[in-house]
């Protein structure tokens, strides 16, 4: 016989035999088998501790009210809005603050990478500086032309 528990068919065996669902040929077989095989037999005897564990464990039993206090419970979540059924469970709040961390820590490593753009001034050439200082001159001469007029304006209305 193949050790059963190389296979995971086999390993079903195994299960059924510890679960007392074996016909009794089988388990004749299985039992000359664990004999000779020490992970089968070890497997065997976990399984009936198990078992015998499970006969002995006695469950609480249940109150009378259980019922009705499950039906209300249902009841009262239906009616909750879906936003206070989300954010009212306390299950989440505590991972509140390292949610925010971690948003913080990505906002800082996105500024780290792509830090704002600085431009270098641009070195200015003695041509472009005269260029600038004949623009500024016409427009200061413009805004004295302009004044000037104003004043010939104001003296024709007074000689009037």
Not at 16 to 25: C, G, T
Not at 50 to 66: G, I, N
Not at 81 to 100: E, I, Y
Request: aromatic fraction near 8%.
């Amino acid at each position: 016989m193949r050790c059963p528990i190389e296979t995971q068919e086999n390993a079903e065996l195994l299960l059924s035999y510890s679960a007392r669902r074996l016909n009794p040929e089988s388990s004749a077989i299985l039992e000359a088998h664990m004999e000779l095989c020490p992970a089968c037999r070890e497997f065997r005897d976990g399984q009936r501790a198990l078992w015998e564990a499970l006969d002995q464990w006695d469950a609480r039993p249940v109150s009378p009210d259980f019922d009705r206090r499950l039906y209300r419970k249902i009841e009262e979540q239906e009616q909750m809005s879906w936003w206070a059924r989300v954010f009212g469970s306390m299950a989440w709040k505590p991972a509140l603050p390292l949610a925010a961390t971690a948003c913080l820590v990505l906002v800082a490593g996105f500024i780290s990478v792509n830090p704002g753009t600085v431009t270098a001034p641009v070195a200015e050439t003695p041509q472009a500086r005269e260029v600038e200082q004949v623009e500024r001159a016409l427009d200061d001469l413009e805004m004295l032309r302009q004044f000037d007029l104003v004043a010939t304006a104001e003296d024709s209305s007074r000689s009037m």
